[in-house]
């Protein structure tokens, strides 16, 4: 790291000077102002800003938190000990980057004067820039993905042991140096920095420490279930993909693999289940059965339903009747 740069973040604030003291116990006011200690955004970022960066507090224990932003945690010098979720714990030596979701906790060991660490506060918004730069699909795309999405159960941090990555460590000196001098325009600046973070990242998959692997496609299945539950009369496969930011080729490939079936499908498997239940629990006549459930073409309905249960919608219905 630029050895001016490190010298500024190496500097004693007025918080840790309270520390050494004497006082160890985390002032909770400076992070928050709920009962439970979850770091509040609001704190620690000026009003329209989407992402700053501060040094992070040494020489004390901070107990198990989480956050309602996303947090990056770039390790300038020494090395400083995470608990996350409460049982994985990671060493950040130099040039390590951690990324934490929202729904993350953390638990921070103390760190020395030479443990030199840097957190960016990120509010979900800000990766939207990144997004864009991104292959649908990766690993560093579904990460961003799951930060706009509040009830995420995708990994919840991704480590990335990038030392020698020269093109990694220059991004975030400059997106440091932007943040620290208060530049009038960081968010632009820092957005396209962040793309180009991230592109250089997936250079370096392979290598990534994470949890979680696989939920997030398991948590699209479970999403894309849903919306077919609550909208198998008029739901799309392009207004489901826009809901959760992914291109529409993307979903019904992912579906596909989950489920062996893709998202048109789905639809009609929902439909059909649902005209079943309607004709045996219902008086509906067929015709309105058949406009319940979203279909125009009468005889495609037919023909469906005839596949899947073995017999015409009116075999059907009397067959339920005598049971």
């Not at 003291?21 to 200690?37: H, I, M, P």
């Not at 947090?71 to 030596?93: D, F, P, Q, R, W």
């Not at 632009?188 to 692997?213: C, H, K, P, V, Y």
Request: glycine share 4%; net charge neutral.
């Amino acid at each position: 790291m630029d050895p001016q740069l490190l010298e500024r973040l190496r500097q004693i604030t007025p918080e840790e000077q309270r520390i050494l003291e004497g006082d160890q116990n985390v002032d909770r006011k400076l992070y928050t102002s709920a009962r439970n200690f979850v770091i509040d955004s609001r704190k620690l970022l000026a009003r329209g800003k989407l992402i700053e960066v501060r040094p992070h507090t040494r020489f004390i224990h901070f107990p198990r938190h989480s956050h309602n932003y996303v947090e990056m945690v770039y390790m300038c010098s020494g090395t400083t000990t995470h608990i996350i979720n409460g049982t994985k714990k990671l060493v950040l030596a130099q040039g390590d980057l951690l990324l934490l979701n929202q729904n993350a906790t953390q638990e921070i060991l103390p760190a020395g004067k030479e443990d030199i660490a840097v957190n960016f506060i990120i509010l979900p918004e800000f990766f939207e820039q990144a997004m864009h730069m991104l292959e649908s699909g990766s690993i560093l795309y579904n990460f961003i993905l799951s930060t706009l999405t509040a009830d995420s159960t995708d990994s919840s941090y991704l480590y990335f042991h990038i030392q020698d990555a020269l093109p990694v460590q220059n991004l975030i000196e400059n997106m440091i140096w932007t943040l620290l001098r208060k530049n009038p325009a960081p968010n632009t600046i820092n957005q396209i920095s962040m793309g180009l973070l991230f592109l250089n990242l997936t250079s370096f998959a392979d290598t990534i420490d994470r949890e979680g692997e696989g939920q997030y496609e398991q948590h699209l299945v479970f999403l894309a279930l849903q919306y077919l539950d609550n909208h198998y009369r008029t739901g799309t496969l392009e207004d489901f993909s826009a809901s959760v930011h992914m291109q529409p080729y993307t979903v019904s490939r992912l579906l596909k693999k989950h489920t062996s079936m893709n998202f048109k499908e789905l639809l009609m498997e929902r439909r059909l289940r649902q005209a079943a239940y309607l004709l045996s629990n219902t008086s509906f006549s067929t015709e309105a059965v058949l406009h319940a459930i979203g279909y125009e073409n009468s005889s495609f309905f037919y023909r469906k339903f005839k596949e899947k249960y073995g017999k015409t919608p009116k075999a059907f219905r009397r067959i339920s009747e005598k049971e």
